[in-house]
């Protein structure tokens, strides 16, 4: 099992900058690939971004490419979003989320297998 917890969510002005952190236990950390995703009111949960096992291998959405930045700190067992230029389309309940078995970033929500609690963040105009 591997528990996620996501901190850094919060309210923050059209254009401003949050970093979420999402903090990770109970198995090896490095063996993973993390994932960010989001879900907005009445949508379905969508794909943010990613970053496999090792600190080379990153995808964006296209919706957050050149605004967004994945990393991770395998010696702190976490991963972080650097969030810039945000926009109201942007408010949603964050999620981050572990994925053991090939250790590649990935869009695809199925193949991830452990999830976090979620951390809001809303984006005012």
């Known amino acids: 099992q591997v528990q996620l917890v996501e901190s850094g969510g919060g309210l923050v002005q059209d254009g401003g900058s949050l970093r979420l952190s999402c903090a990770a236990s109970?198995?090896?950390?490095?063996?993973?690939?993390m994932g960010w995703f989001r879900q907005a009111p009445g949508k379905e949960r969508e794909f943010v971004a990613a970053i496999g096992r090792s600190d080379g291998n990153k995808i964006y959405a296209d919706s957050v490419k050149g605004r967004f930045t994945i990393s991770r700190d395998n010696a702190k067992n976490t991963v972080y979003l650097q969030m810039n230029s945000l926009k109201p389309e942007d408010t949603a309940v964050y999620y981050c989320a572990a994925e053991g078995d090939y250790g590649l970033a990935t869009a695809r929500r199925n193949n991830y297998d452990y999830w976090g609690q979620g951390t809001q963040v809303t984006v005012s105009s």
């Open positions: 109970g198995r090896t950390f490095s063996n993973y690939a």
